[in-house]
């Protein structure tokens, strides 16, 4: 069995940095993709930052690029996000998704998933 588990989420102002971590157990050696997706009360799920397992590719949403980035710890198994200069759209809760399909960038894509850490952005 896959287990995913966010963490670092918390409250921080405009303009500030955030790291998130995704502790991943279980069947890895089957993952194809590993991504971010976040969501916002009232909004539908979204895609943020996508990597092949191997990390060999990386993808990003529009609205993070530039400022967010994907990586993998292979020693403790892990995959951050590390979210620099926060604005207030970027609010939301963010979860973690593997996938053992080939490269997908939408939720429905993803069949394993943590469940979520809130990020929340002040002005």
């Known amino acids: 069995q896959v287990h995913l588990a966010e963490s670092g989420g918390g409250l921080v102002q405009a303009g500030g940095s955030l790291r998130l971590s995704c502790a991943a157990s279980?069947?890895?050696?089957?993952?194809?993709?590993i991504g971010w997706f976040r969501q916002a009360p009232g909004q539908e799920r979204e895609f943020v930052a996508t990597?092949?397992?191997?990390?060999?590719?990386?993808n990003y949403a529009r609205s993070v690029k530039g400022r967010f980035a994907i990586s993998r710890d292979d020693a403790k198994n892990t995959v951050y996000l590390q979210m620099n200069s926060l604005i207030p759209e970027d609010t939301g809760l963010y979860y973690c998704?593997?996938?053992?399909?080939?490269?997908?960038?939408?939720?429905?894509?993803?069949?394993?998933w943590g469940h979520g850490t809130q990020v929340t952005v002040s002005s």
């Open positions: 998704a593997a996938s053992t399909y080939a490269w997908k960038m939408q939720p429905d894509w993803y069949p394993y």
């Open positions: 279980g069947r890895t050696s089957s993952f194809n993709t």
């Open positions: 990597m092949t397992w191997t990390g060999s590719a990386f």
